[in-house]
C-alpha cells in the first residue's frame, strides 16, 4: 500500500518552460522529502519540509500541510534538470519514510 | 573523502547463495537504513539502525538480516538469495531523527539468478 502519490508519472517538457510536480500523501506528517535520481541511479536530497515553502536556485517546493499535498517547481527547465523526482514523507509515528514511485521528467533541448 | 559508500556496486549470484552488501558512511550518522528499489514501486525500507547494535524492521524485511556492530558500517544480508530479491539496493543515513534528510549511497544493482 503506498501512502504517497505522485502526479504525473512522466512529464515532458520544452527547455525554458516551467514545470510542477505534484505529490499527495493520506496520513499526517512530520516532513515531506523531495529527492531527484538521475540516470546514473544516484540519490540526491533536494529538500526536506515540514511547512512553508523551501527555495534553491531554480527549485521551489511548498507544502500545505492541511491539504497533505506538496508540489515542486522548476523554473525555466533545463535539459540537465532530466531525472526522476521522489516525493517521501515521514508520518507522526513511526521512524521510517514512505516513498513516492516518483515522476520522470524530460526537458528537451 | 567523507560520504557514505557502498560496496560492490554490481553482484550477480546464483539462488540459494548468501550474499552481503555492504555500506559505509563517514559522518558518523546516527541512523542508517536499507532501501530496495524496484520497477513500479517506490524505495521500499528493508530494515534501520538508530545507532550500533539498534536495528529494527521496515517495510520487507523477510530474507534479510542486518547487523551494526559500528557506527560507520550497516551491511545487509541475504542468507538465501531468490528471484524475487533482485533489485536495487540503496544505503541512506541521517543525522539524527530530529534532522530526517537523508543522504544516499550510490546502489548496488543485484541481480539473482
Redesign the interface.
Known sequence: K?E?EQSPQNLTAQEGEFITINCSYSVGI??L?W?QQHPG?????LF?LSSGKKKHGRLIATINIQEKHSSLHITASHPRDSAVY?C?V?PNTG????????TSLTVIP | DAGITQSPRYKITETGRQVTLMCHQTWSHS?M?W?RQDL??????IY?S?AADIT?K??VPDGYVVSRSKTENFPLTLESATRSQTS?Y?C?SSGT?S??????G??T?LTVT
Open positions: 503506498n504517497v512530520s516532513a522529502h529527492l541511479g544516484g540519490i540526491v536530497s526536506m521522489i517521501a515521514r521512524n521510517q519514510f514512505y516513498f513516492g514511485t516518483g | 541512523y537504513f532501501y513500479g514501486h517506490g524505495l521500499r525500507l534501520y538508530a529494527d521496515g517495510e536495487v540503496f541512506a531523527v534532522s530526517y534528510e537523508q543522504y544516499f550510490p546502489g544493482r
